[in-house]
């Protein structure tokens, strides 16, 4: 028995004639006949009661096209999924994410993918650089934004792209002698207790800073090394330090802070990593989509009115 057995007596049942059902399925009469047959020697029952004047269903002919036309209609279903699948509307997108650097464009990109693939399954999940990179690397999350860790050679089978090349700068209160100037030298830090971000949340990020200092010739005194960013904003702006982050740390801030660019100019990468085995269509427009926005300037498009 196959699709082509049952497609073919369902004709004839709803038909009630083999003349009109082979009409419509465009094949010869007596083609139909045998299938039909062949379909009944199968189940070893009657399906049609037929004469030369008329042809009508049996009790189990009547189970069987029921089950039939639903069978048929997931099937058809099932077709539509898998092509919607194929074009990326249907599917699972996993996505882990580090919080402020991508604070700018993550609801509005996210908003915008969901309106163009409404039936893709969409999961968040906000984590350390290092523990999205060994969620993607052991298949948890389909793609993760965030920054690349020393390690990161150890996974094999994982892709990355470039989204923004994010500068360092101190965070400082309205009132700090940093805060009129249009930068800063590194070495301007050394009297200066300093709030960074714990290593073990943001080792890319923590090394940039003591990368930064050590360059300029002298360690650095850390005040306090907190777990989260916001965090150092309140430390900042308790007056305990002066903060060193990223520049998309101060978007959307509304605290009466200012940031103030380093000099020499360091930065650290913002990346999209996936797995090469995990680029279902679904990671791929995803991964389309945010390139799109880089080159059209979308995804960093609304500055702080806080700088």
């Not at 030369?52 to 058809?76: C, D, I, K």
């Not at 580090?98 to 309106?115: A, D, H, K, N, V």
């Not at 390690?151 to 923004?164: D, H, M, S, V």
């Amino acid at each position: 028995m196959d699709f082509r057995h049952l497609r073919y007596f369902q004709a004839v049942a709803e038909e009630l004639s083999f003349s009109r059902a082979s009409e419509r399925l465009r094949i010869a009469q007596p083609a139909l006949s045998r299938a039909v047959k062949e379909l009944e020697e199968e189940l070893g029952v009657e399906l049609l009661d037929r004469n030369r004047s008329r042809v009508r269903l049996t009790a189990p002919g009547g189970v069987l096209l029921r089950e039939t036309v639903l069978l048929m209609e997931r099937w058809e279903e099932t077709v539509r999924r898998v092509k919607r699948t194929s074009a990326g509307e249907e599917g699972e997108l996993r996505l882990g994410y580090i919080g402020p650097p991508t604070q700018p464009f993550l609801g509005r990109i996210l908003g915008e993918y969901r309106s163009r693939f409404p039936r893709v399954s969409l999961h968040l999940e906000e984590r350390t650089p290092e523990r999205v990179w060994e969620m993607v690397a052991r298949g948890r999350l389909s793609v993760g934004l965030t920054r690349p860790v020393p390690f990161a050679g150890e996974w094999g089978g994982l892709k990355t792209a470039l989204l923004r090349e994010e500068r360092l700068g101190v965070v400082v209160p309205e009132g700090h002698c940093f805060a009129g100037e249009a930068s800063v030298f590194w070495r301007q830090l050394e009297r200066e207790p300093l709030v960074v971000l714990a290593r073990r949340e943001g080792v890319g990020l923590h090394d940039a800073v003591l990368a930064g200092c050590r360059e300029a010739g002298f360690a650095p005194r850390l005040a306090q090394t907190p777990s989260l960013i916001g965090t150092v904003m309140s430390y900042v702006e308790a007056g305990a330090g002066v903060g060193v982050v990223t520049d998309s740390v101060m978007r959307g801030v509304d605290a009466p802070l200012r940031f103030v660019a380093l000099e020499p100019a360091v930065t650290v990468p913002l990346v999209v990593v996936w797995r090469e085995s995990e680029e279902t269509p679904a990671v791929e427009r995803f991964r389309e989509l945010l390139l799109e926005w880089q080159a059209a300037g979308r995804l960093w498009e609304v500055e702080s009115a806080g700088w």
